[in-house]
Every structure is written in structure tokens, then in C-alpha cells.
């Protein structure tokens, strides 16, 4: 079976997800974390230098080896989700939704149909012109991911009302967002915990998953313990590639002469 194909049924049966935030704009890097135990890639066009050309290389490659990608948008207007889906990306991560008008917005959005996401047949999405449309509808519906960045205050209170909107498929705690939103300098505080037992009860309640930024396996473990969270979006390869050359150059300087 297609790994993208069944990216959304791994997803909504809560199976255990890695991925990671995107922030080179080159191909080739999909490539290589394409031969990886990654699920998924998250190509973050909001705070990285992404444009159409890099978007629709990398999108190419990982479409040609089947590896499920994810793009963060940089906001939540109609024009960047349907260049995001017209790529051929499997879904889109959307920051700054914090009120049940603005998901609701966002999945009109992402879904065919009046006043939302506008159909072309000729996409790398559609198969350049070669599938039908009820069939495009169908992949559509089985297989297009929308999520919602839950990134500050008002978006936590309104959680329960963001995850019933439906074609929201899941929320993104956005956890230094929330931690500077509640106006504090660490992570750690009382209010960023409240914040995360909200919002992923919501999700919960409503069927959907949640998942969050997270810099290792070992948060990842701790927030599945406290708060369910089944899906992980790990550091980034700027801190991989970072962490890898450190440790290289460390054991070199180590060796005693």
C-alpha cells in the first residue's frame, strides 16, 4: 500500500508518527530523509526561505518515492492552501487558528466544493490531467490532512469548538507560541500544561489526533504519557545536522595525543 496514500488512517488510528520540520529548501534533503525511519516531512513555509520553484522540487521527489509530505503554511488564506494541495502535498499544518471561524475557514478551504478549495484537473495532485473527478473527489476526501496550529490563548479556549469543526483532522499545540502567549520565558509553566490537557481532550473528544513540536524522543514519550499525544513533529535538521557535526568533531577532539 501507498505510504501517503494511507498517511490520514495511520494518522486518525493514533499510530505512533515522527516526523520533522523542513527548513532547507533543496530536494535533496527529502531524498535523504526519505531512505530514513521518518513517517512524514513538514516543509515549513512560514519560517523558512521556501518559494513556489523549491515547494514544487521537493514536493516532485518526495511524490516520486512516496513519502508522505506536510505543508506549514504561512497563513491561512485560500491562495496558500490550494498552491500547498496543488503540489501534491498530503495535507497542511495552519498556524494562528484560534477561533471556530477561522477552522472552519481553513477546511472550506482545503475541501472541494462551494467557496472552498478550487478543483483543477491538470495538478500534480490530480495526475497532471489523467484521473477523473469523481475519483479526485474521493482522494480528496480520503486522504487530504488539515490541521490546526493551536498557538495561543483564545485558540486553547476555543479548542473544543476548532476540533468539532468538521474537516479539521487534527491540532497542533504549539507549545513556545502558548509559552510566550501565556507570557512566560521557559516551557515549563502551569498555564502551558492546563493548555495542553485543553486541547488534547478536545481533539480526543472530537476524534481527532494531536501532536506537537517536540525536540526529542524523550519529550515525545513524557507529553504521549501526560497528554495522549500520538504524533510528533521532531526538531528540525538544522539541529540534526548540527547535533550530527558536533558530535563528530567532539570525538576528534577528544582523541589524547
Same mark, same amino acid.
Given at each position: 500500500?501507498?505510504?501517503?496514500?494511507?498517511?490520514?488512517?495511520?494518522?486518525?488510528?493514533?499510530?505512533?508518527?515522527?516526523?520533522?520540520?523542513?527548513?532547507?529548501?533543496?530536494?535533496?534533503?527529502?531524498?535523504?530523509?526519505?531512505?530514513?525511519?521518518?513517517?512524514?516531512?513538514?516543509?515549513?513555509?512560514?519560517?523558512?526561505?521556501?518559494?513556489?520553484?523549491?515547494?514544487?522540487?521537493?514536493?516532485?521527489?518526495?511524490?516520486?518515492?512516496?513519502?508522505?509530505?506536510?505543508?506549514?503554511?504561512?497563513?491561512?488564506?485560500?491562495?496558500?492552501?490550494?498552491?500547498?494541495?496543488?503540489?501534491?502535498?498530503?495535507?497542511?499544518? /495552519?498556524?494562528?487558528?484560534?477561533?471556530?471561524? $477561522?477552522? =472552519?475557514? #481553513?477546511?472550506? %478551504?482545503?475541501?472541494?466544493?462551494? *467557496? @472552498?478549495?478550487?478543483?483543477?484537473?491538470?495538478?500534480?495532485?490530480?495526475?497532471?490531467?489523467?484521473?477523473?473527478?469523481?475519483?479526485?473527489?474521493?482522494?480528496?476526501?480520503?486522504?487530504?490532512?488539515?490541521?490546526?496550529?493551536?498557538?495561543?490563548?483564545?485558540?486553547?479556549?476555543?479548542?473544543?469548538?476548532?476540533?468539532?469543526?468538521?474537516?479539521?483532522?487534527?491540532?497542533?499545540?504549539?507549545?513556545?507560541?502558548?509559552?510566550?502567549?501565556?507570557?512566560? /520565558?521557559?516551557?515549563?509553566?502551569?498555564?502551558? $500544561?492546563? =493548555?495542553? #490537557?485543553?486541547? %488534547?481532550?478536545?481533539?480526543?473528544? *472530537? @476524534?481527532?489526533?494531536?501532536?506537537?513540536?517536540?525536540?526529542?524522543?524523550?519529550?515525545?514519550?513524557?507529553?504521549?504519557?501526560?497528554?495522549?499525544?500520538?504524533?510528533?513533529?521532531?526538531?528540525?535538521?538544522?539541529?540534526?545536522?548540527?547535533?550530527?557535526?558536533?558530535?563528530?568533531?567532539?570525538?576528534?577532539?577528544?582523541?589524547?595525543?
Amino acid at each position: 500500500m501507498s505510504r501517503t496514500s494511507q498517511f490520514k488512517n495511520r494518522m486518525l488510528s493514533g499510530e505512533f508518527l515522527a516526523g520533522t520540520f523542513l527548513k532547507t529548501p533543496h530536494y535533496v534533503i527529502v531524498e535523504i530523509l526519505a531512505q530514513s525511519q521518518l513517517d512524514f516531512l513538514c516543509l515549513d513555509t512560514e519560517h523558512a526561505p521556501f518559494d513556489r520553484s523549491s515547494l514544487d522540487q521537493c514536493i516532485a521527489i518526495a511524490n516520486a518515492l512516496d513519502f508522505p509530505i506536510l505543508i506549514r503554511v504561512a497563513d491561512n488564506s485560500p491562495r496558500e492552501v490550494l498552491q500547498a494541495l496543488d503540489y501534491g502535498a498530503v495535507g497542511i499544518v /495552519t498556524p494562528h487558528i484560534d477561533t471556530a471561524a $477561522k477552522a =472552519a475557514h #481553513l477546511a472550506r %478551504s482545503a475541501r472541494f466544493g462551494l *467557496n @472552498g478549495r478550487g478543483f483543477a484537473g491538470s495538478t500534480r495532485w490530480a495526475g497532471y490531467a489523467t484521473r477523473k473527478m469523481p475519483e479526485l473527489l474521493k482522494k480528496s476526501q480520503d486522504e487530504t490532512i488539515v490541521i490546526a496550529q493551536i498557538e495561543e490563548p483564545q485558540g486553547v479556549e476555543d479548542a473544543g469548538d476548532i476540533a468539532a469543526i468538521s474537516g479539521i483532522d487534527g491540532l497542533f499545540i504549539g507549545p513556545a507560541d502558548l509559552a510566550v502567549g501565556y507570557g512566560k /520565558t521557559g516551557q515549563n509553566s502551569k498555564e502551558l $500544561k492546563k =493548555a495542553f #490537557l485543553k486541547v %488534547s481532550k478536545a481533539a480526543k473528544t *472530537n @476524534g481527532k489526533t494531536c501532536m506537537s513540536f517536540v525536540p526529542d524522543a524523550a519529550k515525545a514519550k513524557e507529553w504521549h504519557s501526560a497528554y495522549g499525544l500520538t504524533m510528533f513533529f521532531i526538531a528540525s535538521e538544522h539541529s540534526w545536522i548540527r547535533s550530527g557535526a558536533n558530535s563528530a568533531a567532539s570525538g576528534i577532539h577528544e582523541i589524547k595525543k
